[in-house]
Each structure stands twice: as structure tokens, then as C-alpha cells.
Nanobody
């Protein structure tokens, strides 16, 4: 059974950093791409970053240069390193196995002073 579990969300001040984790179980993370998405209150869910099965990465313009997506195949985990956080980054962050119906439960990131 495929399962995705996010962790690492927290309350952080503007300019701060966080690292989110997406632990995958039930399949090999190198078989599918994995994406990070976020949903702020009252807004649609939006794509943030993704890493393909081959390891190529892409980022939304709003986070390019500040966020980095990586994966550790030995740990079956995909990470989202977030730096220079802004209040507008506040949202629930989800990971998703691209091309499948599998999503994690989400982790809350709040950027506020």
C-alpha cells in the first residue's frame, strides 16, 4: 500500500528556514516523480516544486532560488528545503506522487512574526 507522510511544518519568522520531509512507503521513489504543493486559506492548491524519476528538478517562479527539492533514495524520502521564508509562503504543504492518486495528509507552515 502506498503511503506518503509529510513532516517538518512549523511556525517560523520571516526570513527563517524550514525543511519539510515526505516519507514514502509501498513503492520506490525513483519510479515516479514527486511534487510538493501548497494550499493557503481561501486559495487553490498550487504546485511548488517537483523532482522527476530521473532526478531533474523544477520550481514555481515564486519559490525559485529560495526552495530546494531533494531526495534520499535510501530513506525513501523527498525533502523541501525552504529558505528566506515570507508570510505569503504560509500554507499547508502536501507531497504527491506524480501520475498517481496518492497524496500525503499535509503539514502546516506558518510564517509570521
Amino acid at each position: 500500500q502506498v503511503q506518503l507522510v509529510e513532516s517538518g511544518g512549523d511556525l517560523v519568522q520571516p526570513g527563517g528556514s524550514l525543511r519539510l520531509s515526505c516519507a514514502a512507503a509501498g513503492y520506490m521513489i525513483t519510479r515516479y516523480g514527486v511534487g510538493w504543493y501548497r494550499q493557503a486559506p481561501g486559495k487553490e492548491r498550487e504546485w511548488v516544486a517537483s523532482i522527476t524519476a530521473g532526478g531533474f528538478t523544477n520550481y514555481a517562479d515564486s519559490v525559485k532560488g529560495r526552495f530546494t527539492i531533494t531526495r534520499d533514495t535510501a530513506k525513501s524520502t523527498v525533502y523541501l528545503e525552504m529558505n528566506s521564508l515570507k508570510p505569503e509562503d504560509t500554507a499547508v504543504y502536501y507531497c504527491h506522487t506524480i501520475g498517481t492518486p496518492f497524496w500525503g495528509q499535509g503539514t502546516q507552515v506558518t510564517v509570521s512574526s
